[in-house]
């Protein structure tokens, strides 16, 4: 059944204004995955926590990478692909990212080869700058390469 008006025109399907919106909605969906991604250190092999629940809010976030070399005994931050040799470095891009949003969280990919102590030293700055939100990335399985945030209180110690 066509419409037909009654001065005798025929509505038609414009096909630009929908390309126009299928490009918007293309290079929106672009901008955000290639956010993500480069927030992802695939060099860090994360650790195996079968139990792992998935973190349920999805809050604004600070994600710090955190790799060791063993054989120095040294632990390298990164954040946003600029690289901390100390815990006690972070401090001014975690307040400057806390002071513009205050419920952001820390997500913390750390290599499964970390030392306890460095990690502890993470955690000390973030909660010294009021950062109660920590969570831990880990992996599910072994061969699994899909990522599971578990969240940890931070504030409790102080």
Not at 113 to 132: L, T
Request: proline share 6%.
């Amino acid at each position: 059944m066509e419409a037909v008006f009654s001065d005798g025109f025929e509505p038609e399907f414009q096909v630009a204004p929908m390309a126009d919106l299928l490009f918007v909605l293309l290079v929106f969906f672009m901008s955000i995955t290639t956010t993500e991604v480069l927030r992802v250190d695939k060099e860090i092999r994360l650790p195996v926590a079968p139990h792992a629940t998935d973190a349920k809010e999805k809050a604004s976030q600070i994600v710090l990478n955190v790799s060791w070399q063993a054989t120095a005994r040294t632990g390298t931050i990164k954040i946003d692909e600029i690289p901390y040799q100390n815990p006690g470095q972070i401090a001014p891009a975690l307040q400057n990212r806390i002071k513009a949003n205050p419920m952001t969280r820390v997500l913390i990919r750390a290599d499964r080869n970390v030392e306890y102590g460095f990690i502890a030293e993470i955690m000390r700055v973030c909660a010294q700058n009021n950062i109660g939100n920590v969570t831990f990335s880990v992996m599910t399985k072994e061969d699994n390469p899909g990522e599971t945030s578990v969240a940890i209180n931070t504030k409790g110690g102080r």
